[in-house]
């Protein structure tokens, strides 16, 4: 049996880890521009609460034959130990966990609805490369919920709790239409069929997505929300095409190997030091060194979307920092640029990171959010929809 060789000199973005912040603190340059794109710079005094006060990590003591003191506990969610219905509840949000089956396996999803369960639109989100739901993730999909939206999100397969090799990416079309399946099952659905329905990617979720809008039938989607989206791969990043010829002379082989060099980018993605460290000890985080099988779709499937931007019809919102070192901020401009939109937002966001949301200062993300929330806010009013229902189980 072939055993994978030493790895080779090629890097890879690390993992878009999410965390958006439910207070939300209004910003002097935060403005909604309609086809406009905009260059924003943070003002460094807003105000924000802390958001990480029931974190901690816990330290025993155990007696033997003398007291020494364990590693420190990981504890079982981002918040700490409040039990999960009694946190859930105090952001204003009930939350319901379950598995969807599918013919490429079963994934792990997620439904957010706010306590008094009145919805005007239902919200689709997708993570990052490495990420899951589960942990900071459902922090963006909280935040949307307490706006007034029922939001769904769906652990990609080879991600989090959901069936597939370990952030093996060899298919992204097939990753993409597993979630989709989901997605449109809820789209479709009692009570939401009638309502509009926006489709949410970060990161390299942000590709997953755009390839479930290229996958969709026409006016399914209301509209399409993208944060920091994986596009176009940055030069210090993509993949030597000579390395990958001599992989792929393995006839496939070598194509689930984990020997892909990893240039530790989370360090790039993440502003906050305290934020990383919540972030880092996300259990179900994928930190093995990405696939061979990965990089080679990664970057044929941007390639394929940047040649497809033309035919993206929806309105749409996409938002990037100007100092993110994991995925181009050109892959928002091109998609700007090129999509036949009538209705298309473009935000650049001086000097912030890759994680516009979780890994940045609170007042930077706060920023982020309100912009976000003005513009779905917007959107989901001119679509002439202003009908609030109310979701039974």
Known sequence: MLSPPPPLKLTLPSSAYPFPFKHLSPHPNATTHHRNATTLKPNNQTQSRP????????????????????????????????????????????????????PNGKIFTQRFLPLDRKVKASVYMTH??????????????????TWGYAVFAADLLGHGRSDGLRCYLGDMEKIAATSLSFFKHVRY??????????????????????????????????????????FVIPEPMKPSKLHLFMYGMLFGLADTWAAMPDNKMVGKAIKDPEKLKIIASNPRRYAGKPRVGTMRELARMCQHVQSNFHRVTVPFLTVHGTADGVTCPTSSQLLYDKASSEDKSLKIYEGMYHSLIQGEPDDCANVVLKDMRDWIDERVERCGSNKVIEVED
């Open 51 to 102: 958001l990480f006060s029931q974190l901690g990590s816990r330290t025993e003591t155990v007696t033997t034959m003398s007291t020494e003191t364990v590693q420190p506990e990981t504890p079982p969610n981002f918040w700490g130990y409040m039990p999960e219905e009694e946190y859930y509840g105090s952001e204003g949000v009930t939350n319901t966990k379950s598995y969807f089956e599918t």
């Open 128 to 145: 990052g490369y490495g990420s899951d739901t589960g942990w900071l993730f459902q922090k963006i999909c909280i935040s949307f919920t």
């Open 189 to 230: 659905s009692e009570p939401y069929k009638d309502l509009p329905a926006i489709l949410f990617g970060e990161s390299m979720g942000g590709l997953a997505t755009l390839l479930m809008y290229f996958q969709s039938e026409p006016n399914t989607w209301t509209g399409l929300m993208f944060s920091a989206p994986l």
